[in-house]
């Protein structure tokens, strides 16, 4: 049996190119179940009622893989949970069909692709870790030697903040207006007679 889903993400949208496509696959319209709701959101009763429908020996179909999946990672467990159901999956854009070697095979590369991009963004964020541990004793060495010996309140956001408070050289804050440093503030501005 196949069964599709479609999704659309605001009342706005229409779900009858998608249903058209779908029926257009072989998938008869009382088991085409829709959804209108953006992918983030997880409550989708239209899609869980899908896969609740489904059977082994049965072909899920969605018009567009970003249909179904509200990240990869959703994606991948979804499609992992329908191969473990003896379950088909098929995407009929991308032309991705997990019954057929080729489709499997694509789909396994997306699974790899998804795993090397965790890993990457774990890689970056240790580094990014060790660059700020370092910044922050390298910065906060010099004001350790002004008197203050608990360095914990020392931020990121206190470093910058700091940096901005730090009043400028007279010729750095003259410059941009093409006044001089020596220009004084008129007595009705608060400044010198």
Request: glycine share 6%; charged share 25%; hydrophobic share 40%.
């Amino acid at each position: 049996m196949l069964i599709g889903y479609a999704r659309v993400s605001t009342n706005e949208q229409h779900l009858d190119l998608q249903r058209d496509a779908l029926i257009k696959a072989g998938v008869a319209a009382k088991d085409i179940y829709t959804d209108k709701v953006t992918g983030v959101t997880s409550e989708r009763p239209g899609l869980q009622a899908a896969l609740s429908h489904l059977r082994e020996g049965d072909t899920f179909i969605v018009w567009r893989l970003d249909r179904l999946g509200r990240s990869l990672k959703h994606l991948l467990e979804t499609v992992t949970s329908l191969k473990e159901h003896s379950v088909a999956f098929k995407s009929l854009t991308e032309n991705i069909d997990t019954s057929t070697a080729t489709g499997n095979l694509v789909f396994q590369i997306f699974g790899a692709l998804a795993e090397f991009e965790r890993n990457l963004i774990t890689e970056r964020t240790i580094a990014g870790l060790a660059l700020q541990r370092h910044l922050i004793h390298s910065l906060a060495t010099p004001v350790l030697e002004v008197g203050v010996t608990d360095p914990s309140w020392l931020t990121s956001d206190a470093l910058r903040a700091s940096r901005a408070l730090r009043p400028l050289p007279p010729r750095r804050m003259a410059a941009p207006f093409g006044a001089s440093s020596e220009a004084r503030v008129p007595d009705s501005c608060g400044g010198e007679s």
